[in-house]
């Protein structure tokens, strides 16, 4: 096997012509200048001026709140992006009255959901209920109201390094909670 690696790696160096890391196609899409040069909502805190780019309370902005991202910052960081930022409702929305209501999808989520990947796969589930606040729980004949809660109110689905990098800034510079999952 070493000698595999040193062959590759000569193979390499002869490609390049200089040493350089192998990184996944994903990894060479990256947040530049370009970028951050009219959106100064996704810089990086090591650029620019030497105060913290966030001056305003220690609590996190909220929806609602003066400090909140207007429509036109959510538009240009969904710009920045790609496409890759998305505002899902919770998935007990399908259990309760109202227009998101669905019998069907109601009964999946009670009776099959969490024995497959869905939760896994659902970008707006953080996988605990205490993080959300059981505000929107998934419950047969489900009684009140499902709110927004604890759950997010965007979720970037990011499948390149840039979406990481512009999402990242974008929360400390605008002062957002941040949920990794």
């Not at 909502?41 to 220690?58: I, K, N, S």
């Not at 960081?77 to 998305?86: F, K, S």
């Amino acid at each position: 096997m070493p000698c595999r690696f040193s062959l590759l790696a000569v193979a390499l160096l002869a490609l390049t012509g200089a040493v350089q890391g192998v990184n996944f196609p994903w990894e060479l899409i990256q947040l530049n200048d370009s970028h951050i040069v009219n959106f100064s909502a996704v810089a990086f805190a090591d650029t620019g001026p030497q105060e913290p780019l966030y001056g305003g309370p220690e609590c996190r902005a909220f929806p609602g709140s003066t400090d909140w991202p207007t429509g036109m910052e959510w538009r240009r960081l969904n710009e920045t992006m790609d496409g890759a930022l998305l505002k899902p409702v919770p998935v007990g929305t399908a259990c309760y009255p109202g227009p998101s209501y669905d019998v069907r999808r109601c009964q999946y989520l009670v009776r099959v959901a969490g024995s497959t990947r869905f939760y896994l796969d659902d970008p707006l589930t953080s996988l605990t209920q205490w993080t959300q606040g059981n505000t929107c729980l998934v419950a047969l004949n489900a009684q009140g109201n499902c709110t927004q809660g604890g759950f997010p109110v965007y979720v970037v689905n990011a499948t390149n390094v840039k979406q990481i990098q512009a999402a990242v800034n974008f929360a400390r510079n605008k002062n957002l909670r941040l949920i990794v999952k």
